[in-house]
């Protein structure tokens, strides 16, 4: 009887000890970030964030109110944190970085250096590493995840698929020229 008695306390220690879902994030709360943009600006950094619309992004063809499977939201701040922080004023939901497939920055950065930009991102816990980064060539940030392309329904989707593919390309060519050499 006192065994029983002593696991039952253990077992109740045990459950409040062991709770579930301490740290969850409910996905009506998040604003899916699928691409980032960072291009300069007179302020510090301007931030572009390319965000799944939940709502759309299901269906194929538009969604039920016809609007767009991706929402591109824009922010200037001192810093990239600073900037993410302000987008919160024009999304409804927290920016959660955590899927973000493609970086691009702009030229004017990228020129002027990136390591204040990737300081960030590597200490960002949010971030993970499996993304593409990319430079804006003759332009903006915010100009190439404004892009809509009719092949892939999500624009930062059509990025990515075009650099792997860019990517198996220049494999095929610098193979071939490795084999006939």
């Known amino acids: 009887m006192l065994e029983r008695k002593i696991l039952s306390v253990l077992l109740i220690l045990c459950l409040t000890f062991t709770p579930g879902c301490w740290s969850r994030k409910e996905l009506n709360e998040l604003a899916v970030v699928m691409a980032l943009g960072i291009d300069t600006h007179e302020n510090g950094y301007a931030i572009s964030a390319q965000v799944l619309n939940s709502a759309e992004a299901g269906s194929k063809k538009g969604g039920s109110m016809g609007s767009l499977p991706a929402v591109t939201y824009k922010s200037v701040g001192k810093t990239i944190p600073d900037a993410l922080q302000r987008m919160l004023s024009m999304a409804p939901r927290m920016p959660y970085l955590s899927h ?4 691009v920055f702009g030229e004017d950065l990228a020129r002027s250096g990136v390591s204040d930009v990737l300081d ?3 200490r960002n816990h ?3 590493t499996d993304f ?6 003759n332009g903006k940030a915010a100009e ?5 392309t009719p092949f892939e329904y999500v624009p930062a ?8 593919i860019s990517e198996k390309n220049g494999r095929r060519r610098g193979k071939s020229l490795c084999s006939s050499s």
């Open 144 to 148: 190439i995840l404004e892009v809509v």
């Open 157 to 164: 989707n059509s990025l990515y698929s075009s650099i792997l």
């Open 126 to 128: 949010q971030l993970r």
């Open 120 to 122: 960030y991102i590597s």
């Open 132 to 137: 593409f980064m990319l430079v804006a060539k």
């Open 100 to 103: 973000v497939r493609v970086l």
